[in-house]
């Protein structure tokens, strides 16, 4: 009922809403567009000139403001949502310092200093706890935990988000090897609390790269894991990223790629649909693959299967036809580079640290 109410006073005052996303809406002001986007009764506004965001906090007021006055933050360092984004010099960096304090102080074992880890996952990320199950109350700080991390993982810290994906896989009846797993997110984050997410888009917003990896029958129930990066050409940092087991068991390394690619089709599709709505004409879509196999089949659909790959739904060569009306590329890239391997593996060492920078938008 509020959100009904809200949007159609925000549509009484010339505001048109995103058909792609229900919770961001523009109005254009002397030939500047005015973008409001929302989360219930959090609002960011933004608009070249001051003085639209100064109206617009008045009429906030206006028709608000006797359930409570609706105060605003202005400048370059905004807290929202648990996040503290700065906008500096082009970039836009996010950190989550307080929200992972906060999730420090609640956890029952306090790290000190030197109580901290290289990396957020262990290196059998994908293997099955058959050992003994936690308590009761063990079972509700784990899952309260993970819940909170998973929230932070889609937002500023992107460099959990694997082995979160994972851990989100047992809260119903975690293990004790699934508690030590947690502990030593727990001990990376620690170790790395100050660490922010730098994004830019040096080129502009109309070219965007989206990395697709997938690591074949690495779950104990043999489905394969999704790993997937975009960003955009010539920028900082990874926009978005996505991290999930599959639904379906697949025969092969290819068929898991193509199935990785089928699960990410809506968001490769949605992100120019909704860009071109924001007024940023968006002229190349690409994914990257390193399996050349799985190209072939997305690109020539059936005519490309082989006994391997017939019996494939004919949803997951829906890429295909993406392909065909132009809407998206699909390009060869050498493992070696493929960032997304990060998002579909328990990453160690060189290879953890070089895509983790990438993703994170660091530049040391």
Wanted: hydrophobic share 35%; glycine share 6%.
């Amino acid at each position: 009922l509020f959100y009904k109410k809200f949007k159609k006073d925000l549509e009484g005052i010339g505001f048109k809403f995103n058909p792609y996303d229900p919770c961001v809406a523009n109005r254009m002001i002397n030939n500047s567009q005015h973008t409001v986007r929302f989360h219930v009764d959090d609002l960011m506004s933004s608009h070249v000139d001051p003085e639209i965001n100064n109206n617009f906090q008045t009429w906030l007021n206006e028709m608000y403001g006797s359930y409570g006055e609706v105060t605003a933050t202005r400048g370059k360092v905004h807290d929202y949502l648990g996040m503290t984004v700065v906008f500096k010099n082009g970039e836009v960096r996010i950190n989550m310092i307080e929200y992972i304090k906060e999730m420090l102080s609640e956890f029952p074992i306090k790290f000190n200093k030197k109580d901290r880890s290289v990396n957020p996952a262990t290196a059998d990320l994908f293997k099955e706890d058959t050992g003994k199950k936690l308590n009761e109350a063990e079972r509700e700080i784990f899952h309260r935990t993970v819940a909170k991390a998973l929230f932070m993982c889609k937002r500023a810290r992107l460099d959990i988000q694997p082995v979160v994906a994972v851990l989100c896989t047992h809260v119903q009846g975690p293990g004790r090897n699934d508690w030590n797993r947690l502990v030593h997110m727990m001990k990376y984050l620690n170790g790395t609390i100050n660490d922010e997410l730098v994004l830019n888009a040096d080129y502009g917003v109309g070219s965007i790269e989206r990395y697709m990896d997938a690591s074949f029958a690495v779950h104990p129930d043999f489905k394969s894991h999704t790993g997937a990066v975009m960003r955009f050409t010539g920028g900082k940092g990874g926009v978005e990223a996505t991290s999930s087991k599959q639904k379906l068991n697949t025969s092969s390394s290819t068929t898991a790629e193509l199935v990785a690619v089928d699960d990410a089709l809506p968001m490769i599709m949605w992100t120019p649909l909704f860009l071109e709505q924001q007024g940023y004409k968006v002229h190349n879509n690409t994914v990257y693959q390193d399996n050349k196999s799985a190209i072939l089949l997305e690109e020539n659909g059936k005519k490309s299967s082989g006994r391997r790959t017939r019996a494939l739904n004919v949803r997951y060569f829906m890429v295909t036809d993406q392909v065909d009306k132009g809407n998206l590329n699909i390009k060869y890239c050498p493992t070696d580079d493929m960032v997304a391997d990060f998002m579909s593996k328990g990453l160690q060492g060189v290879k953890f640290e070089k895509f983790r920078k990438e993703i994170m938008g660091m530049h040391y």
